[in-house]
């Protein structure tokens, strides 16, 4: 790691779905807190909790930064990838040498899926209605 960034804040932007989340990562001792609650408070599940450790664990800085992060919309889901995406752009603004790790395993890939729209005319985006004879 770079010696610049010893006391430098980054922030970043993860979005999935309609979830958006503002990451802030800074030098510390490896506490993430999201939207002023600890980690296993916000994502009761094991997965979603990994989720959102993984770019951290990944490229080693596990237990160097801290990261705070305000996340909204969308659901839980939804929301911890959001976090990963966001901590996976923190850390390339953090350290630019890291790139092709996060990359590789995918966390800069922004998953662009949304639900689609409703149409008019349409019970909802492509169901029609239900032909009957009588």
Do not use: C
């Not at 790691?1 to 030098?27: L, N």
């Not at 752009?89 to 409703?118: C, H, N, Q, Y």
């Amino acid at each position: 790691m770079t010696d610049k960034k010893t006391e430098s804040m980054e922030r970043a932007v993860g979005r999935r779905k309609t979830a958006a989340a503002r990451v802030r990562v800074t030098p510390g001792k490896g506490a993430i807190t999201i939207n002023g609650r600890d980690l296993k408070d916000y994502f009761p599940l094991s997965l979603d909790q990994m989720q959102v450790e993984a770019p951290l664990k990944v490229t080693g800085l596990d237990t160097r930064l801290d990261v705070s992060v305000k996340v909204a919309g969308g659901g839980t889901h939804g929301q911890a990838e959001a976090v990963r995406h966001g901590i996976a752009r923190a850390i390339i603004k953090w350290d630019e040498e890291l790139k092709p790790v996060l990359k590789a395993e995918g966390f800069l890939t922004r998953d662009s899926r949304m639900k689609e729209r409703k149409k008019a005319g349409l019970r909802r985006a492509r169901r029609g209605h239900q032909w009957r004879k009588r």
